[in-house]
């Protein structure tokens, strides 16, 4: 037992910067990184115990971070991105806040934060795959509050083909990111 607790001492001493660094570099907020670290540490003591051996350590240290780090951006009850809105509905009263009920509002602390980031980055990458016009379309009228109406007048393209674009990009941010937000909350 003695010699178990000396070999977890070193271990926690050795990866403990380490480990630090990678968690704070994740969550902002020092106070939760180190809730995290702490709690890391302690299911490694639990762990240590068991009659396995933990083959690497440090993956193994880096994997249960990851996890933690995830549980704390989870919700209580699951949620998932609104939908886009379906054909027939009154596509033209669309308010453009798809974009806006995906994200994590921006005031709600550094979780929210940290979540609203990396779906942000998810958001660029999806919005890179789409064809052109579909991305124009829900950029000009989600970022840029663009109505349909002056799109239409302004392109010569028809409202019911940008209504049509901005519904396929939806569609497509909506499957590609739902993944990610699952993780999140």
Do not use: C
């Amino acid at each position: 037992m003695i010699e178990q607790n000396r070999r977890l001492a070193e271990i926690v001493s050795r990866e403990r910067n380490r480990l630090g660094r990678f968690i704070r570099r994740r969550v902002p907020d020092s106070g939760e990184a180190e809730d995290i670290l702490q709690d890391v540490f302690s299911e490694l003591v639990e762990a240590y115990r068991l009659p396995e051996p933990i083959e690497q350590v440090g993956a193994w240290l880096f994997r249960v971070a990851r996890n933690r780090i995830t549980d704390r951006f989870r919700k209580k009850r699951e949620e998932s991105l609104p939908l886009a809105p379906a054909a027939g509905e009154d596509e033209e009263e669309d308010d453009g806040d798809w974009l806006g009920q995906a994200l994590p509002a921006l005031d709600g602390g550094p979780e929210a934060s940290l979540a609203r980031a990396v779906l942000l980055e998810a958001i660029s990458e999806a919005l890179d795959e789409l064809p052109a016009n579909e991305r124009e379309v829900f950029i000009a009228h989600e970022l840029e509050g663009k109505s349909f109406k002056d799109m239409a007048l302004r392109s010569g393209v028809k409202l019911n083909t940008l209504l049509t674009w901005k519904r396929r990009a939806v569609r497509h941010l909506r499957l590609r990111l739902q993944a990610s937000y699952d993780e999140l909350f």
